[in-house]
T-cell receptor, first 113, second 111 residues
Framework: NAGVMQNPRHLVRRRGQEARLRCSPM?????VYWYRQLPEEGLKFMVY????????ESGMPKERFSAEFPKEGPSILRIQQVVRGDSAAYFCASSPLDSYGYTFGSGTRLTVV | GENVGLHLPTLSVQEGDNSIINCAYS??????FIWYKQESGKGPQFIIDIRSNMDKRQGQRVTVLLNKTVKHLSLQIAATQPGDSAVYFCAELFGNEKLTFGTGTRLTIIP
């Protein structure tokens, strides 16, 4: 089991470009969570998804940010028209149905220049 | 904002000594708590968890204590090693909602 896979590990974007972050959950896990972490800070919840459904997006900024978890393929966190303040580490976690077993990926470090 | 906080943002401990990292939470309905370790450049790594119907749980060199009366959680690491240097986060969960993380404590082991 390869664990939670995130790619790319590092992503550099210019202001105004789009950033796409991918997360493949652990095999058998049907829940995906995205968190954002600024340097020297804790992880802030962004969105919780199940296959083809957004369960809780209370932590997502209302504009420019979107997430999906399609029936096939990885979960995608999409940031449009990136700004410098979007620079952060973005972590994905997955868990199986009806279990608290969260497993985190290694994160994608987004730098906006 | 976050409802889980830590008393000490940094902690330095001599190698071989025991360390205690504290965490306060505010949601008395939270029923599951996890401690994570995060090394530089890596994702959070599960250390130990505890359910709200317990007050103590032990793992290998680690013990988590839960005091629901004062809504306090602690992580004890015995006989610390250089590899224990990291940032430690507590996180709480209520029902099937998302994990809420504290701000973290940076633990430095002094050789």
């Amino acid at each position: 089991n390869a664990g939670v896979m995130q790619n790319p590990r590092h992503l550099v974007r210019r202001r105004g470009q789009e950033a796409r972050l991918r997360c493949s959950p652990m095999k058998g896990h049907s829940h995906v969570y995205w968190y954002r972490q600024l340097p020297e800070e804790g992880l802030k919840f962004m969105v919780y998804l199940q296959k083809e459904n957004i369960i809780d997006e209370s932590g997502m900024p209302k504009e420019r940010f979107s997430a999906e978890f399609p029936k096939e393929g990885p979960s995608i966190l999409r940031i449009q028209q990136v700004v410098r303040g979007d620079s952060a580490a973005y972590f994905c976690a997955s868990s199986p149905l009806d279990s608290y077993g969260y497993t985190f990926g290694s994160g994608t470090r987004l730098t906006v220049v | 904002g976050e409802n889980v906080g830590l008393h000490l943002p940094t902690l330095s401990v001599q190698e071989g000594d025991n360390s205690i990292i504290n965490c306060a939470y505010s949601n008395s309905a939270s029923d599951y708590f996890i401690w994570y370790k995060q090394e530089s450049g890596k994702g959070p790594q599960f250390i130990i968890d505890i359910r709200s119907n317990m007050d103590k749980r032990q793992g290998q060199r680690v013990t988590v204590l839960l005091n629901k009366t004062v809504k306090h959680l602690s992580l004890q690491i015995a006989a610390t090693q250089p590899g224990d240097s990291a940032v430690y986060f507590c996180a709480e969960l209520f029902g099937n909602e998302k994990l809420t993380f504290g701000t973290g404590t940076r633990l430095t082991i002094i050789p």
